[in-house]
């Protein structure tokens, strides 16, 4: 983003922005480049329950499309949601 430049990697943050919680951690990291512990702190919780909340949501919907995940959040939330990808099956 700091480029200016509309790579893959702001094209799947900002499709994660429009389509799911994500927007609150990238308003986050826009709004304070360098954030206070309480920010932090309070971003750790945020992250904390959007991992229980997928937990929960596999246990009442065990059919459910979570292979449709990658395409609503970022890279980096890939493990804490249990979210496989592509790179983990062909390992």
Excluded: K
Aim: net charge negative; proline share 5%.
């Amino acid at each position: 983003m700091d480029s200016g430049e509309l790579g893959d990697a702001t094209l799947a943050w900002m499709t994660g922005a429009v389509l799911s919680l994500n927007r609150l951690l990238i308003r986050d990291v826009l709004q304070d480049r360098r954030p206070s512990t309480t920010t932090r702190a309070s971003t750790a919780v945020m992250l904390l329950c959007i991992a229980d909340g997928l937990d929960r949501l596999r246990q009442m919907l065990p059919d459910g499309q979570f292979h449709l995940m990658p395409m609503l959040m970022p890279p980096f939330l890939y493990e804490l949601a249990g979210v496989a990808t592509s790179s983990d099956h062909a390992g």
